[in-house]
């Protein structure tokens, strides 16, 4: 059966997923490729309320995870979503106040280290050329010669330095689903996008129905959508990005104006320098024939011959002759 459902890609309706800790959980397992014991919402959390000029959802967790081995620890997952293309330096900035947090360092014994970090970034832009729809940047340690060093590894002090990244590229998705994180993130996938509401999808419950977790999410999702307080926030949404898509495609229809008189420009300019170049030619022609005249005038006075003369030999007028040598 086909399930009409709030699209998480809205802010609004993602913070309404996320705050759902058992949806959170399964959602930083699923990135995380671990066992999540524990999750919380840490006590900061950073959304775009005031619109300024980019839609940028931002929120903490803390997870107990274990691994493996069987060891537990804490790990903060710093989870950043967007729906516009988004300059680094917003991501940095933000990673930035959170490696300066006081509450993200924890204690061993008598040193304080940074607590592990792992930032996810759902964007709902490509980048770049690449293909691949998620995409693990993971850190590793290596000695002078490029050898992996793995003993004592992970440390403290190192893993308070470095962290990990996961990027999601939402519009790669394109219905992918071959494993368990691409089977949770495709309920952001906007080829189910409705096809005359994008603040909802269409998707099909019968594809999740072995799956708890999954048809868990889809009734969160379906509670969103007959929100009505959820709805407004997402017209709003739909307000605010109609006027920078707005703004944007005037941007682009000026900067498209300004280019095509830039050209404009330059090929009058080109134009003219070639004429110009044309002139300079014809005036040195001129002078280089004006020189041969002279030459043959002279060579004939020379050879005793009057103005009249030369006059008739040459077809000029005496006025004539007389302007050329004078």
Do not use: C
Not at 125 to 143: F, L, Q, R, T
Request: glycine share 4%.
């Amino acid at each position: 059966m086909i399930l009409r459902v709030a699209n998480p890609i809205y802010d609004s309706v993602f913070k309404y997923l996320v705050e759902d800790l058992r949806i959170a959980k399964i959602l930083i397992s699923a990135l995380l490729k671990k066992e999540v014991l524990e999750v919380e919402v840490r006590k900061h959390e950073y959304t775009n309320g005031t619109r300024d000029n980019i839609s940028m959802f931002r929120i903490d967790f803390g997870a107990k995870v274990r691994e493996s081995d069987g060891s537990q620890h804490l790990v903060l997952i710093e989870l950043q979503k967007t729906w516009l293309e988004t300059e680094t330096l917003r991501f940095r900035q933000y990673l930035g106040a959170q490696y300066a947090n006081p509450d993200n360092i924890g204690k061993e014994e008598s040193h304080e280290f940074g607590i592990p970090m792992v930032t996810v970034y759902l964007l709902g832009h490509k980048v770049g050329d690449i293909k691949e729809p998620i995409i693990y940047a993971v850190h590793k340690a290596y000695d002078y010669y490029g050898n992996e060093v793995t003993e004592g590894i992970p440390d403290p002090f190192v893993e308070s330095l470095v962290h990990d990244s996961i990027i999601v590229q939402i519009p790669r998705l394109h219905g992918r689903v071959n494993n368990k994180l691409e089977k949770v993130l495709s309920v952001f996938d906007q080829t189910h996008k409705d096809k005359y509401n994008r603040q909802m999808l269409n998707i099909d419950e019968d594809n999740y129905e072995d799956d708890t977790d999954m048809m868990y999410i889809l009734r969160r999702l379906l509670a969103a959508a007959s929100d009505a307080k959820l709805r407004q926030d997402m017209n709003v949404e739909d307000e605010y990005f109609t006027a920078i898509e707005n703004r944007d495609t005037a941007i682009m229809n000026r900067d498209k104006k300004i280019a095509e008189q830039d050209q404009y420009i330059t090929e009058q300019k080109n134009q003219i320098a070639e004429q110009n170049n044309q002139i300079a030619e014809q005036n040195s022609q001129i002078a280089e024939h004006m020189k041969t005249l002279q030459a043959t005038i002279n060579s004939l006075v020379n050879r005793g011959m009057s103005l009249d003369e030369i006059s008739v030999v040459m077809g000029k007028t005496v006025e004539e002759i007389k302007s050329i040598i004078r």
